[in-house]
């Protein structure tokens, strides 16, 4: 399988972020660490923060060219990282293992609503920002 | 959590990261669809992945580190609401829904048969 070249720098950025996000969403986990029947706060504000973000920044990188390392830093290394699909899902079978059907329901349906709602608004704040002339 | 640990969870967090990039790339770069396989299948083999450590039982500072800082690390939810968002945009509502659908049943399945993996090891 032939393998793409891929741009060193790129990597190293996205590494960089990728320390940076990681910290953030283990720290917060560790501060705030919850049971199966509980409302998981430190997993569900990581991937709030995050989409806010990345629709922030997707918003404001779309119109740069593709070689800038900003959105491989901020967009897939930062906010790639500070958010995660794996933990949910795995809070999710511990609800459902744990009988908190109703719950689980509810946190599935509420973060991923939550997380459209917070991509438009971070797309939206983009576009709001002081001295934008659009 | 000693130092060393939080050490950890960072190195871990960013090998986690450039990893989900270069799967994903070379994942889109093949795919001829505008459907994002390449998060798909980081979030769906991440999610098996965490499964099977939850399931094998691991503890403490070494969950922390390998569940924390390298599986949550290389799956994203971001960038999944992100693409379906794009989709929805570009008027693929249905690869956009199939996109949210798709990984929410997929990855609890993956995470279910993680863990009794992990559970029979």
Not at chain 1, 11 to 18: E, F, M, N, P, R
Not at chain 2, 54 to 59: P, Q, T, V, Y
Request: charged letters at 10%; aromatic letters at 10%; hydrophobic letters at 55%.
């Amino acid at each position: 399988m032939r393998s793409l070249p891929h741009d060193p720098r790129k990597l190293l950025v996205i590494y960089a972020g990728g320390v940076l996000g990681a910290l953030i969403r283990v720290g917060l986990a560790q501060a705030a660490s919850t049971s199966p029947g509980q409302w998981p706060w430190a997993t569900f504000a990581v991937n709030m923060a995050g989409a806010l973000l990345l629709g922030y920044f997707f918003a404001l990188l779309r119109d740069h060219p593709a070689e800038s390392l900003h959105h491989p830093f901020l967009g897939i290394g930062i906010c790639g990282t500070l958010t995660t699909f794996s933990t949910m899902q795995l809070e999710l079978y511990g609800m459902v293992d744990g009988g908190h059907l109703g719950l689980a329901a509810v946190y599935a349906a509420v973060t991923i609503a939550a997380g459209f709602l917070f991509v438009r608004i971070g797309i939206g704040l983009e576009a709001r920002r002081p001295g934008v002339a659009r | 959590m000693t130092a060393l640990g939080w050490i950890a969870v960072g190195l871990l967090g960013g090998i986690a990261a450039a990893a989900r990039f270069v799967i994903d790339a070379e994942i889109a770069a093949r795919a001829e669809s505008p459907f994002p396989l390449g998060i798909l299948a980081v979030n769906l083999s991440g999610a098996f992945a965490l499964g099977l450590v939850a399931g094998a039982a691991l503890h403490g500072e070494a969950l922390v580190i390998v569940a924390g800082g390298g599986i949550g690390s290389f799956t994203t939810f971001s960038t999944w609401i992100l693409d379906s968002h794009r989709l929805r945009e570009a008027g693929l509502e249905r690869l956009a829904w199939l996109n949210v659908g798709l990984s929410l049943l997929a990855g609890f399945a993956a995470v279910a048969l993680g863990h009794w993996l992990g559970g029979a090891l």
